[in-house]
């Protein structure tokens, strides 16, 4: 007795469809990992390209990318063992200076992370640090905020990546290092959020180091046809646990090196 044969271009449009409904609704969704599997890597990454064509359709601009997962700390949260990549558009950077009110936002949790703005493309080339370290113009401390449009944050890595790496948004701060004047793995990091144990961590907990996980990124994203350019934010990844922030949180981040940055979350969910 043979088995079904699965028709793998309608598993990516229902999960794909699902993810959008949910985002359109403000509501969470099952996992979709029932229609993908929880770690076909190639079928992941298809649903996500097809759920940020149809928000790129509507209007949306691609700013940046993310990493996600570069943590063990994060991995072991989530019950995964490698990284992720999402897309940041033009509307998931939040000013610090008014507290972050975003319907859109569903069940979010912050990750400190160091930031990297290029001033070169990283398309051609070996792509080896030397050519990733000339290709990053300066570096600020961020946040991340992460969102799940799957209930519970119940994902798996299959999950994560068709929902764009669990993006949500971002801050970044406003003072800037050059490579020169700042060693990312050297920097420490210590996270506070209202009423929860602080999140510490350092580079080194980031991939190693975040420039290798920018060289991941650049790598990965010209290998699905989407190489990094001049201008773009890079989220590089975790330095330490998310936390979860409700309406009215305040979240301070330090980076030793960089700065600190404050938000706070607004008091309407």
Same mark, same amino acid.
């Given at each position: 007795?043979?088995?079904? !044969?699965?028709?793998?271009?309608? /598993?990516?449009?229902?999960?794909?469809?699902?993810?959008?409904?949910?985002?359109?609704?403000?509501?969470?969704?099952?996992?979709?990992?029932d229609l993908i599997g929880a770690s076909d890597i190639?079928?992941?990454? /298809?649903?996500?390209?097809? &759920?940020?064509?149809?928000?790129?359709?509507?209007?949306?601009?691609? &700013?940046?990318?993310?990493?996600?997962?570069?943590?063990?700390?994060?991995?072991?949260?989530?019950?995964?063992?490698?990284?992720?990549?999402?897309?940041?558009? @033009?509307?998931?950077? %939040?000013?610090?200076?008014?507290?972050?009110?975003?319907?859109?936002? #569903?069940?979010?949790? /912050?990750?400190?992370? #160091?930031?990297? &703005?290029?001033?070169?493309?990283?398309?051609?080339?070996?792509?080896?640090?030397?050519?990733?370290? /000339?290709?990053?113009? %300066?570096?600020?401390?961020?946040?991340?905020?992460? @969102?799940?449009?799957?209930?519970? *944050?119940?994902?798996?890595?299959?999950?994560?990546?068709?929902?764009?790496?669990?993006?949500?948004? %971002?801050?970044?701060?406003t003072e800037r290092r050059t490579l020169a004047e700042?060693?990312?793995?050297e920097a420490e990091m210590r996270m506070s959020v !209202?009423?929860?144990?602080?999140?510490?961590?350092?580079?080194?907990?980031?991939?190693?180091?975040?420039?290798?996980?920018? =060289? *991941?990124?650049?790598?990965?994203?010209?290998?699905?046809?989407?190489?990094? =350019?001049?201008?773009? &934010?890079?989220?590089?990844?975790?330095?330490?646990?998310?936390?979860? #922030?409700?309406?009215?949180?305040?979240?301070?981040?330090?980076?030793?090196?960089?700065?600190?940055?404050?938000?706070?979350?607004?008091?309407?969910?």
């Amino acid at each position: 007795m043979t088995s079904p !044969t699965i028709d793998l271009d309608a /598993a990516v449009r229902e999960a794909a469809d699902r993810l959008l409904a949910a985002a359109a609704e403000h509501r969470p969704c099952a996992p979709v990992r029932d229609l993908i599997g929880a770690s076909d890597i190639n079928l992941a990454y /298809a649903v996500q390209q097809r &759920v940020n064509e149809t928000r790129i359709a509507a209007g949306a601009r691609v &700013v940046g990318r993310k990493i996600g997962l570069t943590s063990k700390a994060v991995q072991a949260q989530l019950g995964v063992d490698q990284p992720d990549l999402g897309v940041l558009f @033009d509307d998931m950077e %939040y000013d610090a200076s008014a507290p972050v009110h975003d319907p859109r936002l #569903i069940q979010p949790k /912050a990750e400190a992370e #160091i930031a990297f &703005v290029l001033g070169a493309d990283l398309a051609e080339g070996e792509l080896d640090l030397d050519q990733v370290r /000339a290709a990053i113009e %300066y570096a600020v401390v961020a946040l991340e905020i992460c @969102d799940s449009r799957i209930a519970d *944050w119940d994902i798996r890595f299959g999950d994560t990546v068709a929902d764009n790496a669990s993006a949500g948004g %971002y801050v970044l701060g406003t003072e800037r290092r050059t490579l020169a004047e700042f060693s990312p793995v050297e920097a420490e990091m210590r996270m506070s959020v !209202t009423g929860q144990e602080d999140s510490v961590g350092n580079g080194a907990a980031c991939l190693g180091d975040p420039l290798l996980a920018v =060289q *991941w990124l650049a790598r990965a994203a010209r290998d699905l046809g989407e190489p990094l =350019q001049a201008g773009q &934010v890079i989220l590089s990844g975790a330095l330490g646990p998310m936390r979860p #922030i409700g309406p009215g949180a305040e979240v301070h981040v330090a980076i030793t090196g960089l700065g600190e940055l404050s938000i706070r979350m607004s008091e309407e969910s």
